[in-house]
């Protein structure tokens, strides 16, 4: 089936530092979107993606729709402590499996102050 | 209610019960999701339900678990006979359906079987 590949699986970072995490897919999608989990929560919508070449802001979070429409990348800059939890790309799966929006497996994020 | 609202947010129950979590998705919401996830894991795929369409039971991992819903608001999973390994996060989500996919999230009940 249809599966979203996100890298890497975990970071440990320093704080201040800038991050950046990465979704590929095997086909194209026309929707991107990142969402963050903070422990014990559930998954927050942080930026959605619409257009291939997109390029979104959402504060320090910066997140791009791939040109080639199968990939996606979500920029933390100047990371803080409370940017620490699980990042998760999603795409639409339309006539797919697993309902019409999949997942990826998740990029966890540890911030040292 | 603003958000998806899950209930119990809690719930701790002993091996062999049965147990019914509770969803209340975003008011004209017409797509739901139930995920599970598992301690330090990502999102498991359960169910989803679109409107007035049959739900995708796809992702149910045994005969041990169903959901329902009345037409686009509250649903249900039950879990029968519950086992250790059921223990953990179960997640519901609801978007507007259709073509738009952005899902929003309900806080999850945390089921423990002991």
């Known amino acids: 089936g249809q599966q979203l590949n996100q890298s890497p699986q975990s970071m440990f970072i320093q704080e201040g530092e800038d991050v950046s995490m990465n979704c590929t897919s095997s086909s194209i999608f026309n929707t991107w979107l990142w969402y963050k989990q903070d422990p014990g929560e559930g998954p927050v919508l942080l930026i959605a993606l619409y257009k291939a070449g997109e390029l979104t802001s959402n504060g320090r979070l910066t997140a791009q729709f791939g040109i080639t429409r199968k990939d996606s990348f979500l920029n933390i800059s100047a990371s803080i402590p409370s940017d620490v939890g699980i990042y998760f790309c999603?795409?639409?799966?339309?006539?797919?499996?697993?309902?019409?929006?999949?997942f990826g497996k998740g990029t966890k994020l540890s911030v040292k102050p | 209610g603003a958000g998806v609202s899950q209930s119990p947010s809690n719930k701790v129950t002993e091996k062999g019960k049965d147990v019914e979590l509770r969803c209340d998705p975003i008011s004209g919401h017409t797509a739901l999701y139930w995920y599970r996830q598992r301690l330090g894991q990502g999102l498991e795929f359960l169910i989803y339900?679109?409107?007035?369409?049959?739900?995708?039971k796809s992702g149910l991992p045994s005969d041990r678990f169903s959901a329902e819903r009345t037409g686009e608001s509250v649903s249900t999973l039950t879990i029968q006979r519950t086992q250790q390994e059921d223990s953990a996060v179960y997640l519901c989500a609801s978007s507007w359906g259709h073509q738009n996919t952005e899902a929003f999230f309900g806080q999850g009940t945390r089921l423990t079987v002991v």
């Open positions: 999603a795409g639409p799966n339309y006539g797919g499996s697993q309902g019409n929006l999949i």
């Open positions: 339900f679109q409107g007035n369409s049959a739900p995708d």
